[in-house]
Structures are given as C-alpha cells and as structure tokens.
C-alpha cells in the first residue's frame, strides 16, 4: 500500500516538474524566436550611417539620430522627475507614515496608476501637459507623461528595496544617536541602493520603449531637438510610423533591433550593477 502512494507520489512529482520545464521552455523558446526573428531581418540594416544619420524621405531613407536623441531626452526628463519622487515618497510610507487608512489609500492608489494602460495616461498628458500647461508637443511634455507612467513602478521598487533592510540596522543607528532623517539618508538607503537602483534602471527600459503614452505628448518632429521645449519622435514613436504607414519594413527592422538591443542592455546593466553593489555590501 505505501509502496503505491510513493510511486504515486514520484509520478505525480515527474510530471509536475514536467510540466514546469515545459512552462520554461515555451516561454523563453518564444521569446527567442520573436527577437531572433527581429534581429535577423533588422541587424543587417544597422550600421554607423544608419545611426548617426537623420531620415530621409520620411524615413525611407537615412537614419535614426535625432529618434536616439529624442529618446534619451524623454527618458532623462522622466526619471529627472520621477526618480526624486517615487523614492521620497518610499521613504514616507516606509519609515515616517503610521499603517493606517491613508497608508493603504496610497498603496491602492499607487497600485492602481501601474495598471492604467499608457495612452490613458497620453491622453492625460495631452490634456493637461500640451494644452492646460501651453507645454505644446515637445521633450517637457512627454517626459513629464513619461514620470507619470513610471513613477508607481518606482515608489513600489523602493518600498520594497527599503522594507527588505533589517530592522536592526535602524536600531542600532538609532540606538547611537543619529536621527531619524540621518538613519534613512545613511543607513537605509544605501543598503537599499541595489533593489533601488535595479528598479530605476527597469523603469528607464519601460520608458523607452513606450509608445501610447507619449504619441500625443511629444510629437513625430523627424528633426534632432535643440531643448526640451522642442517635438520630437522617439525610437517606438518613428517604428511606429514605418510600418503603421508602410513606409520601409527595413528601416522597420533595423530600428526595432537598435530598441531591443538598447533595453536588453539596459536589463543587463541592471543586473551587473545590483550584483556590483551587492557584493560591495558584503565585503567582497
């Protein structure tokens, strides 16, 4: 009898260990096939003309320079905004907040903003940044819609970041006569530096990658921005327009490869950074 439960028992783990393999393997194997696919039909159209280049003939020709710029810009004007934000607000609901009926108000508010779907938010910002604020379609407005839409990403990555340093390390700073303030500023934070950080880098692959949120924010201009308060297009925003339009599946591909590449390095280097600091923590 115990004899059948155990090779019951040995079956039912086989098959449960299985079917997670499987899992796995679809997963990944379908995420290999797509951006193998891109980087195949893209990569042998990226070269440094291609990159340092501007467009021609509405994107027929030419490059994808001022779309690089563009994009870095709006990235940088969001987390310039974001960043401060999502990680004081952290700290606020971490370490000086009492749990309570505002606290969890702030959380399902938080929670709620990272389920919008992002051309809500392009909508807002068109309304409110472009139009109400006279910002118009430039750098400032969608970088701004930009901080928005990543700002609840953040504030939960620090949140969590901070709520993983133990307790003691608090205690004992506290317990030496540091304040409050100086306890987060050179304790809590730099312990929590890593998952922090980790989530900015996330949030920063997100940002560029959108597109909905900053199509009526930031405009389509095909020419390289001078200062925030110019239009331009970014790299999702100008693959957009090549293929919605049909202009060149080539250029299509070959942008698409430059934007995957971009955000897996940006992956990679949060990986490498967290890892870096990590070991740095302990000595290493």
Avoid at 66 to 73: E, H, R, S
Avoid at 101 to 129: C, E, N, Q, W
Avoid at 253 to 262: D, P, R
């Amino acid at each position: 009898m115990r004899g059948g439960l155990r090779v019951g028992l040995r079956i039912e783990e086989i098959l449960v260990r299985g079917f997670l393999h499987l899992s796995v393997l679809v997963i990944f194997g379908g995420l290999g096939v797509i951006l193998g696919y891109i980087l195949y039909q893209g990569l042998g159209h990226v070269n440094l003309e291609f990159l340092l280049s501007s467009p021609k003939d509405m994107g027929r020709e030419g490059g994808i320079f001022p779309a690089i710029i563009g994009t870095g810009a709006l990235v940088g004007v969001a987390l310039a905004v974001a960043v401060p934000m999502g990680v004081f607000a952290a700290v606020f609901l971490t370490e000086y907040a009492r749990p309570g009926r505002f606290v969890r108000l702030i959380h399902y508010g938080v929670d709620t903003l990272a389920g919008v779907p992002s051309i809500v938010f392009g909508l807002f910002g068109f309304a409110f940044f472009v139009i109400f604020l006279g910002f118009g379609w430039s750098i400032l407005s969608g970088g701004l819609t930009l901080a928005c839409m990543i700002l609840p990403y953040t504030i939960k990555a620090t949140e969590e970041a901070i709520k993983a340093v133990p307790r003691d390390y608090r205690e004992a700073s506290l317990s030496l006569g540091a304040t409050r303030w100086q306890t987060v500023v050179r304790v809590v934070l730099p312990v929590a530096a890593p998952g922090i950080l980790t989530g900015v880098l996330l949030a920063l692959g997100k940002a560029a990658g959108e597109t909905a949120a900053i199509l009526y924010t930031a405009g389509t201009s095909l020419h390289a921005p001078t200062s925030i308060m110019d239009p331009t297009r970014s790299l999702p925003i100008h693959l957009f327009i090549l293929v919605s339009e049909g202009i060149s599946f080539e250029k299509a591909y070959a942008t698409a490869s430059v934007l995957v590449i971009l955000v897996l390095m940006v992956n990679l280097l949060a990986v490498y950074l967290m890892r870096i600091m990590v070991a740095k923590q302990r000595g290493k």
